[in-house]
């Protein structure tokens, strides 16, 4: 996403209808949540962690966060990335498999 553009007034272009979920943590909340699974080995050992809050937000939510925490409004446009001629794996190139570091105490 185009985060800067909110400051800079421009319009911030979100795919599709907005309305998927994303999720924001703290990273202290973060690190506390990683801090459990070192500080309990016997419980913690071969198990995978998706360390998230508990709240979801759409993207059309997280833009408008962003602008209220900047003290500015947002124009979103949202747009069918198909139509717009938008490959997802190269917009949005993350390895389609799970890693793995394991942690050995």
Known sequence: MKWAGIVRKRPVP????????????????LGSMLTLAVDNPDAAAGKIFNCVSDRGVTLNGLAKMCAAAAGATVEIVNYDPA?????????????NMVTRTPIDI
Not at 14 to 29: C, E, F, V
Request: charged residues 20%; hydrophobic residues 40%.
């Open 14 to 29: 979100i795919p599709g209808s907005g309305m998927q979920l994303t999720n924001i943590s703290h990273a202290r909340d």
């Open 83 to 95: 139509a717009a001629g938008v490959d997802a794996k190269k917009a949005f190139p993350f390895r």
